[in-house]
Every structure is written in structure tokens, then in C-alpha cells.
């Protein structure tokens, strides 16, 4: 007999929590801000509305289903299942965060803040929850957004939504060679604060501004196009190091192969660096179109 769905409520905590985690009381929490010149007035009232719309989709969740919660800090230690769908209630970076511990579940995305959140990936009120629900979990329309992915020679793997950072863990310099996968040539010697490589969602975002800096010829790709763009940040030229390669697109199939020739170098996606891989000299890294997509619910 197959398991009714379950419903999973992604939240995080709002900068109301936050405040009082430091603070200890609202008094306090109040003091601090206005010492800054801030009310804790409009904080109180976005945490309301968020805890407001965590109570009405849970309330949305059909009896017959199982629920449940998870708090972004704890996504790393959550196991999901095949019949959960997926419910961020929170802002766009929080699907974000989410998409890289899914395998193919719907997402469906509650903005607890309209009009504050651009509400890319967070399209739906709270109060079409219900229906979401019925819909995601009868296989509804969902948009297949691409994703990146990272994989070491260690078998470590990596994925994100919007863009994977492959850079130094502090303020120093990454030594690495960077080539196309498979070229039988060692890649070319760089010295750089790290690489950038992302999707047509993070085209909104850290992907966008380092594409405008340069002035890019390439077309920012749509979310949902099978085409990822990498930028190598502040490439240093030096009788060792070059910049030739600092740009360019991977499509399906295609790869980017960074060799770490420094003591250590970091590699996170979607701003997650808490849950990051760690290379050592010699180690060497696939970037790529993840096989995965994350099924947005629309």
C-alpha cells in the first residue's frame, strides 16, 4: 500500500526570532533598533505575516495527508521522501536552499511578504494553498528549472539552484587550473578569488551582476534553459597565472574542470556555506547541468 503524500513546510526563522534569540525580550530588541534608527514595529509585523501564513497552509494540508516542518538551518539533516510535496513558505532564496536537498519532488512556494518579495520563485498567496496542495500531489503543471552541479574526484556532489562558488574559504587567492572536461591538456594556471558558474535562476541574482560588470556577449540563459554560464572572479595575469579563460557557457553534456593547486578551496551553492565540500591540493571538481530539476509548482 503506497504512503498518503506528506506535507513538508520549509520555513526559517524571521528577524523578529533572530532579535529576540540575541536580545532575550522584545523591550530589548525594541532598544537595540531604535538605537540604530529602526522600529521593531514593521520586524513584528513581517514575522506575524509569516507565522499568519505558516498557520494557514498547515491548516491546508488534507487530513488524510501527514505534515510536517523543517527549519532552514536544519535542511542539511532533514531526509525527504519521494511522496513529499514541498511547501516553502518564506522568500525566494529559500527555494533556493531547499532545491539542493530534492530529488524530483513538487515544490510549491508561499510568499509570506508580497510586494517586499520579488516573489520569482515564491509565486502563490497563502490562501490558494489547498489547491496547490491537490494539484502537486496529482502530478499538476510544474516548470523544470535547471540546476548546477559540482562533483569532485572524491565522489562528493553538489547541487544548487541558482549558482555554485568554487573559491577560496577566506580573503586569499585560489590557485587552480581551469579547462573544458576531458581536454586531454592540463587547464590553464589561474590565481583568482574563485569561479562562479549558474543557472538561468540565479540569472536574477550573483550570475546577473557579475554579467553586467563584464559586459557580457552571452545570453543570459532562462530558468528553465538546459545552458549554464561561468564567470572566473578577478583573474590575476602573472608570469604563472593567466586569464585567456575568464568566461563562457556550458550546455548539456558539456563540463568545467577546476584542479585545486592551492591548500585548500571551498565549494557551496545558493549562499549555503555551512554545507559546503572542501578540496585539497591536487583534488580536482566537475561543474555541469545537474540531472536533476527542481519542479516548481505553477
Known amino acids: 500500500m503506497s504512503l498518503a503524500p506528506r506535507a513538508v513546510l520549509v520555513h526559517r526563522r524571521t528577524e523578529y526570532e533572530e532579535l529576540l534569540a540575541r536580545h532575550g525580550?522584545?523591550?530589548?530588541?525594541?532598544?537595540?533598533?531604535?538605537?540604530?534608527?529602526?522600529?521593531?514595529?514593521?520586524?513584528?509585523?513581517?514575522?506575524?505575516?509569516?507565522?499568519?501564513?505558516?498557520?494557514?497552509?498547515?491548516?491546508?494540508?488534507?487530513?488524510?495527508?501527514?505534515?510536517?516542518?523543517?527549519?532552514?538551518?536544519?535542511?542539511?539533516?532533514?531526509?525527504?521522501?519521494?511522496e513529499d510535496v514541498v511547501v516553502v513558505v518564506g522568500q525566494d532564496g529559500l527555494v533556493a536552499n531547499t532545491a539542493k536537498y530534492l530529488s524530483g519532488q513538487p515544490v510549491v512556494g508561499i510568499d509570506t511578504d508580497p510586494g517586499r518579495n520579488p516573489g520569482v520563485l515564491v509565486r502563490h498567496h497563502r490562501a490558494d494553498a489547498a489547491a496547490l496542495l491537490r494539484a502537486a500531489s496529482a502530478g499538476g503543471r510544474a516548470e523544470e528549472l535547471t540546476m548546477v552541479e559540482a562533483v569532485?574526484?572524491?565522489?562528493?556532489?553538489?547541487?544548487?539552484?541558482?549558482?555554485?562558488?568554487?573559491?577560496?574559504?577566506?580573503?586569499?587567492?585560489?590557485?587552480?587550473?581551469?579547462?573544458p572536461d576531458g581536454e586531454s591538456v592540463p587547464g590553464e594556471a589561474q590565481a583568482s578569488s574563485g569561479v562562479l558558474v549558474g543557472t538561468g535562476t540565479g540569472a536574477t541574482g550573483w550570475l546577473r551582476s557579475l554579467w553586467r560588470e563584464r559586459g557580457s556577449a552571452l545570453a543570459l540563459p532562462?530558468?528553465?534553459?538546459?545552458?549554464?554560464?561561468?564567470?572566473?572572479?578577478?583573474?590575476?595575469?602573472?608570469?604563472?597565472?593567466?586569464?585567456?579563460?575568464?568566461?563562457?557557457?556550458?550546455?548539456?553534456?558539456?563540463?568545467?574542470?577546476?584542479?585545486?593547486?592551492?591548500d585548500r578551496i571551498t565549494v557551496f551553492g545558493d549562499g549555503m556555506e555551512s554545507d559546503a565540500l572542501e578540496l585539497a591540493w591536487g583534488q580536482s571538481v566537475r561543474l555541469g547541468i545537474a540531472d536533476a530539476s527542481l519542479r516548481l509548482v505553477v
Open 152 to 179: 569532485a574526484d572524491d565522489t562528493q556532489r553538489l547541487v544548487a539552484l541558482n549558482e555554485i562558488y568554487v573559491g577560496p574559504p577566506g580573503h586569499q587567492t585560489a590557485r587552480y587550473r581551469l579547462g
Open 222 to 262: 532562462a530558468p528553465g534553459d538546459p545552458r549554464l554560464l561561468w564567470f572566473v572572479r578577478e583573474a590575476w595575469p602573472s608570469p604563472a597565472t593567466g586569464t585567456s579563460r575568464v568566461a563562457g557557457e556550458l550546455g548539456r553534456g558539456q563540463g568545467l574542470r577546476l584542479t585545486v593547486e592551492s
Open 25 to 82: 525580550t522584545h523591550g530589548q530588541a525594541a532598544f537595540f533598533l531604535s538605537s540604530r534608527g529602526r522600529a521593531i514595529d514593521e520586524v513584528a509585523a513581517r514575522h506575524e505575516r509569516t507565522g499568519r501564513a505558516l498557520r494557514d497552509v498547515a491548516a491546508a494540508v488534507p487530513l488524510t495527508w501527514r505534515s510536517t516542518r523543517v527549519e532552514r538551518a536544519d535542511l542539511d539533516r532533514f531526509l525527504f521522501a519521494p
